[in-house]
């Protein structure tokens, strides 16, 4: 019999609870603070953290409720025990915590990044050791993934994250947010050789990548093309197309690097919101003869499907964790086996 878990999500800006029945999904429930963070620009972490504590039971009955079944029904639970905003990583390790006591389930604590980390193996067939690209509004890092608990770093941004150079780039073109969608929008009838954006640190061995300097060239282009203070909208899209293909270019090079150092892998997989962009996506497949397994968007965002079923991958290997599980801010996903260590 499949095992059954429940999984917790509450890191960042997400509030979310599955119930995972093998690789089944048999729910998902993501509640978005989106509308809360809003008019502030960014996300505030005490207003995520008061928001994660107000719903996550809510969350977790909807979960249970959509599954059809009940909290006593679960062989264990999984939390994400960070990084991310400690305010909201600390609710939700409390909120497990306190399920776990009340019910005697094992609980065990997985790594946000882990968990994007190993959604391959959760929607495809895919084995160890493989390559993935994480690539989000706050993660840009290429690891060798070995096992549950075995991730290599091989490269990564030095700088910003790629998601958030698209969303800065709406900004600075007066796009709404999230950016990332707004600019490969216009795009679409935008020329992408009209500007010639740099490619960073491609005369640099390995697969480290930069974002920052390409923000400023678009800055700069973006004010040599005002005229009488405005930017013509089709600029502003050839823009657009000539940033996303600087973008997807630089991720796809970077790609190839990767790969040489990572010769064994069985695959080549994507995660994170930049992977729902087409002409990231379709720059990158054609990178390698090695399968390409980018999943559904609703996946590759944050989502406790994905802590569910990271968890269950530990599980397997023996790992539990009790009372003392601590909720961190800052978890390196080199040294993910390390803490659980003896617990
Ligand atoms: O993985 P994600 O939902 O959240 C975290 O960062 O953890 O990623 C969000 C990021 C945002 O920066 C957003 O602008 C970007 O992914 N994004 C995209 C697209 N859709 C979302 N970037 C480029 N093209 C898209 N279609
Ligand atoms: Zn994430």
Known sequence: MSQILLGIESSCDDTSAAVLRGREILSNVVSSQTDLHARYGGVVPEIAARAHVERL???????????????????????????????????????????????GLPMVGVNHLA????????T????????????????????????????????GTIDDA?????????????????????????????DATRFDFPRPLLDRPGCDLSFSGLKTAVLRARDKSLIDGALPAQTRADICASFQTAIAETLARKSRRALELCPEATAFCVAGGVAANQTIRTALEEVTDLPFVAPPLKLCTDNAAMIAWAGAERLALGYRDGPELAP??????DSNAAPMLGS
Request: hydrophobic content about 45%; some cysteine.
């Open 57 to 103: 039971d809510l969350c977790v009955e909807a979960a249970l409720s959509e599954a059809g079944l009940e909290l006593t029904d679960m062989d264990a639970i999984a939390v994400t025990a960070g990084p991310g905003l400690i305010g909201g990583v600390m609710a939700g390790v409390t909120f497990a915590k306190a399920l776990a006591m009340a019910t």
């Open 124 to 155: 495809d067939d895919v084995a160890y050791p493989y390559l993935m690209l994480l690539v989000s509004g706050g993660h840009c890092q290429f690891l060798r993934v070995g096992g549950p608990d075995q991730f290599a770093r091989l490269g």
């Open 115 to 122: 968990g994007h980390a190993l959604t391959p193996r959760l």
């Open 328 to 333: 961190r801010p800052r978890w390196p996903l």
């Open 162 to 190: 790629p998601g958030e150079a698209f969303d800065k780039v709406a900004k600075l073109l007066g796009l709404p947010q999230p950016g990332g969608p707004m600019v490969e929008a216009e795009a679409r009838s935008g």
